[in-house]
């Protein structure tokens, strides 16, 4: 009653990394309301899902384990959580931004009444003040998500509906054990009562998933071209960088959206959001929807012809050229000066 509650999203037994994220999170925001956190875990075959959140501060694994729940349909996955929230009564429910949260999140979220904020880049604790009733909220989730097409930056409150439900996206936080013994408790439901037949109308006769060949998230290094590199082919220099150095190539929308490099590759609001230590910035101009998905970088070199380029004023060091002349330059260097 009155708690935290994280879906977590599994593949083939392992826990997805966004909901791990947000087990870190919601760890530090149930401190904070001095309440329980507690996960959900929906599927088969979950005899080993307790061993993998717990060590992440969960007071609480609700686990609903039925070979039909497995994989993922929109129909049984709803109406367990719908169930489940009635029942429990949390105060605050998140999950991922991802292909399954942004299906599953809506569906809840109306069935409850609730509201529920999409892709939030950070969620904190705060009080609300509703002056023309005079009302004073505290202890409300402060949903944080760039809005007008990331133009500023929006705190969203729900006073009055619960759950207070969002969905965040991967990558925007951090990931950390809390304590490596912590022992919370486990309560196995029967399906049945959450879930009635005529959900599992759909099932999944035969699936594949193609295992994504870019792993730009974790790349401790990262060279990134944006829109003036000009051409497809010249971000080849950029592989030639990467490669030199041991980095992943990266792309702004901007270049995207005009061929120069696959979606897989975009970093920022609408493509992934990564923390390596060293980020390289070539030809990238710096509009706030792409550092919202790299400030974070410990740190910033910034190639570009523009000396007032926005991102040079989060960037530590400030390279001012063409970058086909810059880079050709950095690899003839990294390469003398590595023999």
């Known amino acids: 009653m009155n708690n935290l509650f994280v879906y977590l999203e599994i593949e083939n037994g392992k826990v997805e990394d966004v909901s791990l994220e947000l087990l870190t999170k919601g760890r530090s925001l149930a401190n904070q309301l001095k309440c329980q956190m507690e996960a959900v875990a929906i599927g088969s075959k979950l005899e080993n899902i307790a061993?993998?959140?717990f060590p992440y501060g969960v007071d609480v694994l609700h686990l609903f384990d039925d070979a039909r729940l497995y994989p993922y349909t929109s129909l049984p996955h709803t109406s367990i959580l719908?169930?489940?929230f009635k029942e429990e009564k949390p105060q605050i429910a998140l999950m991922g931004a991802t292909s399954i949260g942004r299906d599953l999140g809506p569906r809840v979220s109306s069935a409850l009444f609730s509201g529920l904020t999409a892709d939030c880049t950070s969620l904190e604790i705060g009080d609300h003040e509703e002056k023309k009733e005079g009302k004073t909220y505290t202890g409300l989730l402060y949903q944080i998500r760039p809005a007008f097409g990331g133009n500023i930056v929006a705190t969203i409150v729900n006073p009055d509906n619960r759950p207070q439900m969002a969905t965040v996206r991967e990558g925007v936080m951090k990931k950390?054990?809390?304590d490596a013994n912590y022992k919370g408790k486990t309560v196995s439901h029967e399906v049945g009562k959450y879930v009635s037949d005529t959900d599992f109308v759909v099932s999944v006769i035969e699936r594949h998933i193609e295992a994504s060949k870019v792993n730009i998230k974790n790349s401790p290094i990262i060279v990134s071209g944006g829109?003036?590199?000009g051409s497809k082919e010249g971000f080849g220099l950029l592989y030639d960088l990467a490669n030199?150095?041991?980095a992943e190539v990266g792309a702004s929308r901007a270049a995207v959206d005009a061929g120069?490099?696959?979606h897989e590759r975009q970093i920022g609001q609408t493509g992934v959001t990564v923390h390596p230590k060293l980020y390289i910035a070539c030809g990238i101009?710096?509009?706030i929807q792409h550092?919202?998905?790299?400030q974070d970088s410990s740190m910033i070199i910034a190639i570009n012809s523009d000396p007032n380029a926005p991102i040079n004023a989060i960037a530590d060091y400030v390279i001012t050229g063409e970058v086909e002349k810059v880079i050709p330059k950095m690899i003839k260097y990294y390469k003398k000066n590595s023999k």
Request: proline fraction near 0%; charged fraction near 10%.
């Open 51 to 53: 061993s993998q959140v």
């Open 82 to 84: 719908v169930n489940l």
């Open 176 to 178: 950390e054990i809390f």
């Open 227 to 229: 829109y003036g590199m």
């Open 244 to 246: 030199t150095i041991g």
């Open 260 to 262: 120069y490099a696959e």
């Open 285 to 287: 101009s710096g509009q």
């Open 291 to 294: 550092i919202a998905g790299m």
